[in-house]
Every structure is written in C-alpha cells, then in structure tokens.
C-alpha cells in the first residue's frame, strides 16, 4: 500500500483557483495509478479525475472537464489537481487516491474499489 497526505485545501471564491497536492510515500507509488475523488456530507465519494500509473493517461468526471487537470511526477512521489473556473458546487471534500489499476479504460479508474489507499482528505469550499 502507498501511504498519502493531500493539502492545499481552503476557500475560494468563485472563478478562482486552487492546486491540491498528494505526498506519497512506499515503494509502489511508481506502479500505482492516482486518482482524486470528492465527498459532500450525506452523499456518496464522487470521482473526479484519475491518472495512469506512467502519467501518460488522464481521465475526468464530466463536471470538472476542461476545468481541472491532474498531473503525476513519480520522481517526486506527488500528484496534484490544478482546479480552475472553481464552482460553488466543487465545495467538498477532496480525497486522494492510490491503486495498482492497469488497462485504459475510464470506468477502472473512476470506482471507488479500485484504490487500496487513500488520504484523510482536504476541505475546499467555494464561495463568496
């Protein structure tokens, strides 16, 4: 398992920007695949964007496409989502996730039972 700690978390108002970051730590973080998933109280963990154990490949939920983009170094052990054009829908909060996911299919990467680890999460909140 791959041990993660997100951050950049907090307010924003609406159009702004914020970036999140993943630290990962354990010897598989290079062969696992990432992905970011969202959670509002009384609703279910949501997918928003996942990338490919190489970073070659990403995928996104509908809602944020074209707004948000993920990136992965595994040099640095870090993924991080750039979140742009912010909504007061995108307030959540945002977990961090790891999973020897292989294949290039979007549905591997956007349940939820495809990640053995995950981070304790990162409140943003979108408002004015």
């Known amino acids: 398992q791959v041990r993660l700690a997100e951050s950049g978390g907090g307010l924003v108002q609406p159009g702004g920007s914020l970036v999140l970051s993943c630290a990962a730590s354990?010897?598989?973080?290079?062969?696992?695949?990432m992905g970011w998933f969202r959670q509002v109280p009384g609703k279910e963990r949501e997918f928003v964007s996942a990338i490919n154990w190489s970073g070659t490949d990403t995928y996104y939920a509908d809602s944020v496409k074209g707004r948000f983009t993920i990136s992965k170094d595994n040099t640095e052990n870090a993924v991080w989502l750039q979140m742009n054009g912010l909504k007061p829908e995108d307030t959540a909060v945002y977990y961090c996730?790891?999973?020897?996911?292989?294949?290039?299919?979007?549905?591997?990467?956007?349940?939820?039972?495809?990640?053995?680890?995950w981070g304790q999460g990162t409140q943003v909140t979108v408002s004015s």
């Open positions: 996730a790891a999973g020897p996911i292989v294949g290039g299919r979007s549905i591997y990467y956007s349940n939820t039972g495809a990640y053995d680890s």
């Open positions: 354990g010897p598989t973080f290079m062969s696992y695949a």
